[in-house]
């Protein structure tokens, strides 16, 4: 069976504030780290994030995923005040110089959530899934869509010796949960993410991206978030700089069993 036979998504529309976006085929997502500690393309320097957008836009990028705490293991949490300090004024500036774009907010927050959807931004990225009490209330009051993540512990702890049984059917589970929990609050427009390199040793990593398609089953559309991670890294022996090879073969398996959504640092 040929490749083109092979890419299976969930087709739809995602809907924001009055707008819609289709996915009724794959689409990118561009990585702008507003931070100054990422793993990999982190800034501080809002006129070079924005040379960042642009370019990510032109190349293809069909959203910007705008993150103003860290997330790699052991990063530690971020205030409330420095991430709104972060991430507002790049939403708005790109809102401002690109209003047609889509723009997702990378925060575990509400408050930050909130925030960023009244400066412009149209989807929420939450890789706790909704640990925020308050986040999936806010999500379904903002009438945005939301990405929620499995994440075994948090980024000071998950790559602490992480241990599943079956790790594909364990974070099946969670997700199943998440959606349930999505409904019953009210949100409209729900996008899974499995949690590469989240509280995963290699091995997990590889398993689940194996039984990718599994994730499927949740009818809800997918996103793999592979880029230069550790488990290409790891398995080739090169940095994160050096990843980009790793990354885009590890991106054609993804798409290949089902993923509507690739989050990216290279558009």
């Known amino acids: 069976m040929g490749f083109k036979n092979k890419v299976l998504t969930v087709a739809g529309t ?160 969670f997700l199943k949960d998440v959606v349930n929990q999505c409904e019953a609050a009210g949100i409209r427009d729900l996008i899974l993410d499995p949690g590469f390199g989240f509280g995963k040793t290699v091995a997990h990593n590889y398993e689940m991206l194996d039984q990718f398609s599994c994730f499927r089953i949740l009818g809800k559309p997918l996103l793999a978030g592979l880029s230069r991670k550790s488990m290409i890294c790891k398995a080739l022996r090169v940095n994160p700089k050096n990843a980009l090879n790793g990354t885009t073969a590890l991106n054609m398996v993804a798409l290949r069993e089902g993923a509507t959504i690739l989050r990216v640092h290279d558009v």
Not at 28 to 48: R, W
Not at 62 to 77: F, Q, R
Not at 133 to 153: R, S
Request: charged share 25%.
């Open 14 to 173: 995602l809907r924001s504030r009055g707008r819609m976006l289709c996915i009724d085929k794959p689409i990118v997502m561009g990585i702008l780290n507003a931070t100054p500690d990422s793993f990999y393309s982190s800034t501080m320097q809002l006129e070079n994030i924005l040379d960042q957008a642009e370019m990510m836009l032109r190349d293809g990028a069909t959203i910007l995923d705008v993150g103003g705490a860290s997330s790699k293991p052991g990063a530690e949490e971020v205030s409330f005040e420095e991430e709104l300090l972060r991430v507002i004024p790049v939403i708005e500036k790109i809102k401002e110089k690109f209003p047609e774009a889509w723009i997702s907010v990378d925060t575990c927050h509400a408050d930050v959530a909130e925030n960023a959807v009244q400066a412009g931004a149209d989807i929420v990225n939450d890789i706790t899934a909704g640990r925020d009490q308050k986040m999936l209330e806010t999500v379904a009051q903002l009438g945005v869509p939301y990405i929620a993540m499995h994440m075994q512990g948090s980024p000071d702890t998950m790559q602490i010796a992480p241990h599943y049984e079956h790790v594909t059917v364990e974070v099946l589970e």
